[in-house]
Nanobody, 125 residues
């Protein structure tokens, strides 16, 4: 069982930066691939970025490639999402997710069994 708690979401101006954190419970954190998803009002939850257990393999959605960076600190049981050059269309609730599935890199929400409660990111124009 993994419990996830996100933090760091806030109101920021377009072009600004923000770092989200996701703290995980449990002693097996490094055995889980971790991901960030987001959900804007009226839209489906969409994939943002994912990272494997060791941190050596990472994938991004095209919409955030070059602007966002996912990383993890297994000693602190924490995964991060550094967001830069933010745009109004990045406004959404951002969710942290964990999976032990071998399909972790596909970015499908259904492959992730553990979710945080979400943190709101609002980018003003």
């Amino acid at each position: 069982q993994v419990q996830l708690v996100e933090s760091g979401g806030e109101l920021v101006q377009a072009g600004g930066s923000l770092r989200l954190s996701c703290a995980a419970s449990g002693r097996t954190f490094r055995t889980y691939a971790m991901a960030w998803f987001r959900q804007a009002p009226g839209k489906d939850r969409s994939f943002v970025a994912t990272i494997n257990g060791s941190g050596g393999s990472i994938y991004y959605a095209d919409s955030v490639k070059g602007r966002f960076t996912i990383s993890r600190d297994n000693a602190k049981n924490t995964v991060y999402l550094q967001m830069g050059s933010l745009k109004p269309e990045d406004t959404a609730v951002y969710y942290c997710a964990a999976t032990a599935s071998s399909d972790w890199s596909m970015g499908f929400p259904s492959k992730y069994g553990y979710w945080g409660q979400g943190t709101q990111v609002t980018v003003s124009s």
